[in-house]
Structure formats: C-alpha cells, structure tokens
T-cell receptor, first 112, second 114 residues
Framework: DAMVIQNPRYQVTQFGKPVTLSCSQT?????MYWYQQKSSQAPKLLFH???????NEADTPDNFQSRRPNTSFCFLDIRSPGLGDAAMYLC???????????FGPGTRLLVL | RKEVEQDPGPFNVPEGATVAFNCTYS??????FFWYRQDCRKEPKLLMS???SGNEDGRFTAQLNRASQYISLLIRDSKLSDSATYLC???????????????FGQGTTLQVKP
C-alpha cells in the first residue's frame, strides 16, 4: 500500500497561473518535506514542516508556499509559476527530523 | 563548490562487473551519510546508510572516510536491474535549523549492459 501519495502525478499549468500540488501520508509521521528536482539535477529542499512548525530554506523563492492543515496532508502552492519552475516535486516524510525519509512518487510539473 | 559532489558518469559496465562510485562532501560537520537509488522518472529510495566502520548489504558495500570527507559505494556482480542513478546524500551539522535536512549530490548514472 502506498504510504506517501502525491497528486496529481503530472500537472500542466500556464505561465503565471497558480497551482497546488498535494501530498498525503498514511505513516502518521511528524515531518513532511517538499523537494524540487530539475532535470539531471539533485533534489533540493524547499521547506519542511515539523508538526505545525514551518521551516523555510533560505534560498526558496517567495513564489513557493506551503500549507499543512493536518498531520496527513501537506500542500505546495506555486503562486505564479514561471518556465523555470518546471520540475519534479517530491514530497517526503519522516517520523522525526533525523530519521529515514520516505519519498512519494513525485508530481511532474510542466509550465506552458 | 557544491556541498556534495559526485562524478555524474554515466558508467557503462557489463553484467557481472564490479563498479565503484565516489562522493565528496564539503561540510566537515556533516552528521549522517546515505546512498539513495533513483530510477528514471521515479522517486529516490534509500539504498543504505554509510558508517565509518563500513557496511555491507549483499552485493553493496559502503564506506565513509571522515578525515578525507569521502564516501564510496561498491557494487559487485552487477545486474541489469542495478541500472539507475545513485545519489550520495549527507545531512549537515550546524544547528537545529539543519536537523534532518538532506543534501543530495547530483547523482552518478549506472548502465549495466548484457
């Protein structure tokens, strides 16, 4: 059974049109992470939640926001997608910060 | 300088070959070390953790040299199914803000051929 679920798997949006990516988990983990991975590059952490505590990476653009309404769900909002935001967005969870992270299958975003 | 550096490859090897991947990291305070595997267009999956004493899991052996800030992965008797990108991953030290953060290398691509 899938433990970290991301929807949709593929998302096409228009330049400047807000888009929301979804992540849910059945592991009851405290920590949820969002990574961006561009083609042939390493995944890069955007931000993470430890429970309700939001931790933004210093170099994450303001265009990227996140919400975690409850333990199971976490959303990535891109307010005004640019062509450079086309990437795979990976959600991961862990019980505590230093423990193994489990990744979802990712959402591949295309910006037209 | 990148925090985690790997030779991107690709490494093209025949089945049954032994192949070694290397990785260096820049932050001497780094705390934990891993190898992840990522198949094409899929998510990364943990392959193994890396310890100073070295650790082995079947055909896979990982080593850490803290003095040289160097991590290695050895794959013996390569299988076709080993074809993937291998990501070297480090958790940085330096305070609670970095706790749990994973720093990924660019990855090394392995192609095992019949």
């Amino acid at each position: 059974d899938a433990m970290v679920i991301q929807n949709p798997r593929y998302q096409v949006t228009q330049f400047g049109k807000p888009v929301t990516l979804s992540c849910s988990q059945t592991l009851n983990h405290n920590v949820m992470y969002w990574y961006q991975q561009k083609s042939s590059q390493a995944p890069k952490l955007l931000f993470h939640y430890y429970d309700k505590d939001f931790n933004n990476e210093a170099d994450t653009p303001d265009n990227f926001q996140s919400r975690r309404p409850n333990t199971s769900f976490c959303f990535l909002d891109i307010r005004s997608p640019g062509l450079g935001d086309a990437a795979m967005y990976l959600c991961a969870t862990s019980m505590r910060r230093q423990e193994t992270q489990y990744f979802g299958p990712g959402t591949r975003l295309l910006v037209l | 300088r990148k925090e985690v550096e790997q030779d991107p490859g690709p490494f093209n090897v025949p089945e049954g070959a032994t192949v070694a991947f290397n990785c260096t990291y820049s932050n001497s305070a780094s705390q934990s070390f891993f190898w992840y595997r990522q198949d094409c267009r899929k998510e990364p999956k943990l392959l193994m953790s890396v310890y100073s004493s070295g650790n082995e899991d079947g055909r896979f052996t990982a080593q850490l040299n803290r003095a040289s800030q160097y991590i290695s992965l050895l794959i013996r008797d390569s299988k076709l199914s080993d074809s993937a990108t291998y990501l070297c991953v480090v958790t940085p030290g330096g305070g609670s803000s970095n706790t749990g953060k994973l720093i990924f290398g660019q990855g090394t691509t392995l192609q095992v051929k019949p």
